[in-house]
């Protein structure tokens, strides 16, 4: 297949993802950064993944916080936790990242993680020229309404990448979902926290690393 694009989840795909337990111990640093010293832990945990705007809502309502002043406090601290984890060597570019070079059409990066956190990646590893578009969330709560598997960020990309036929490569199913409604193929890729991953919805592809997805675009 012909591709006039090919864009990219981040994490679990191009770098390696991030602990929970790195992730839980920055919801904690929100908290903390707002003087709330003693969490319910349910709250806590609430605050690591999957999170939605009414959830953040109810949590700060416990606290008489504002919401949109904690997920800002939520986003930074998540951001820093990964910065240490790249910094320290944790967290890292898979092996196969290179042969993305070998691919003729554009690419671009869609992630659900900060847009902060793509940028300092992709600057930090080196590889900002490889993509022509790349998006991740703002710090905002309606952020997490646009998110995967709503397709706003990959329509973003595939407008600066100017494709009307795509590939989006990811190892989740909000991945292939978010695909699915940009009325784009997919390719489920299986990293080794993926390999024996069940799937209740059907991707265009299945692959099992980069090297795969080069040779879907030859």
């Known amino acids: 297949m012909v591709y006039d694009a090919v864009v990219f989840d981040n994490d679990g795909v191009l770098v390696g993802r991030t602990s929970y337990d790195v992730l839980h111990e920055a919801a904690w640093d929100a908290f903390d950064a707002l003087s709330v010293a003693d969490p319910d832990p349910d709250h806590v945990e609430s605050m690591v993944v999957g999170v939605t705007p009414e959830g ?4 700060c309502s416990a606290y008489d916080l504002s919401p949109a002043e904690f997920w800002t406090a939520r986003d930074r601290t998540a951001f820093e936790a990964q910065r240490r984890e790249v910094r320290a060597g944790r967290k890292s570019l898979y092996d196969d990242v290179d042969v993305l070079r070998d691919i003729a059409a554009p690419l671009g990066i869609v992630s659900s993680n900060q847009q902060e956190t793509v940028d300092f990646m992709l600057d930090h590893f080196g590889v900002s020229d490889l993509f022509g578009a790349a998006y991740g969330r703002e710090p905002t709560l309606e952020s997490l309404t646009r998110k995967k598997p709503n ?9 600066d990448l100017d494709a009307e036929t795509a590939l989006f490569v990811g190892d989740n199913e909000s991945d292939l979902r978010a695909a699915d409604n940009a009325g784009i193929d997919s390719a489920f890729i299986r990293r080794p926290h993926r390999e024996e991953y069940d799937l209740s ?15 879907l675009c030859r």
């Open 201 to 215: 919805v059907t991707p265009t592809y299945d692959v099992q690393d980069l090297h795969d997805v080069a040779a």
């Open 151 to 159: 397709s706003h960020y990959i329509d973003r990309a595939l407008g």
């Open 56 to 59: 953040v809502e109810s949590v």
